[in-house]
């Protein structure tokens, strides 16, 4: 699924002959679930899931004296411009950064502006010191679909992106903010 796609942008095998790399040589995955299925068999997530998967990369920063990179293909539409995010996340922020940790999220995604705040930045992604990324095409023009605004941090890549299919066992193409975020 989008996990397993989004984890095999950041650190598929490289350079053994075998369908696409990776971006990180030689990197380590972590996986942490903080998606749960609900009630209609949909996949939600929440504040404070999110933040305790960046509390143990806070953690496990400290712990072994490595650089920790913690991706977040994940989002929530801001309930307006001036949203700020929840204090559960923004406090899981302030820690991890507080603990050298990287921090990168997907900017969002709207196949039609949201009536209240257009293209806004999603949460996480919007809160100072977590790199906000956007996705571009191949021609490096950044996607109709992709958030922008003064809170986009970079774009990357995200338009029609090669990786990991785990339902079938091979590789499939998708677009999205999820997908540039691990460049």
């Not at 302030?94 to 990287?102: F, G, H, I």
Request: overall charge negative; glycine content about 12%; aromatic content about 4%.
């Amino acid at each position: 699924g989008h996990g397993t796609h989004v984890a095999g942008i950041a650190g598929a095998g490289t350079n053994n002959g075998i369908g696409m790399s990776g971006v990180s040589w030689n990197g380590e995955i972590v996986s942490l679930r903080i998606f749960q299925a609900n009630a209609f068999n949909c996949e939600s997530v929440n504040d404070a899931n999110i933040a305790a998967a960046m509390n143990y990369a806070g953690n496990l920063a400290q712990s072994t004296g490595r650089r920790v990179v913690v991706n977040m293909s994940l989002g929530s539409i801001p309930d307006s411009i001036s949203d700020t995010c929840s204090l559960t996340l923004r406090s899981a922020v302030t820690s991890a950064l507080n603990k050298n940790v990287v921090l990168v999220a997907a900017a969002g995604n709207y196949l039609t502006p949201d009536p209240v705040v257009g293209k806004a930045i999603c949460c996480p992604a919007r809160i100072p010191g977590v790199i906000a990324v956007g996705s571009i095409d191949e021609r490096g023009i950044v996607d109709d679909w992709s958030a922008r605004g003064s809170q986009l941090s970079v774009t990357a890549p995200g338009d029609s992106i090669l990786s990991l299919d785990s339902v079938s066992g091979g590789y499939m193409n998708l677009s999205g903010t999820s997908m540039a975020t691990p460049h």
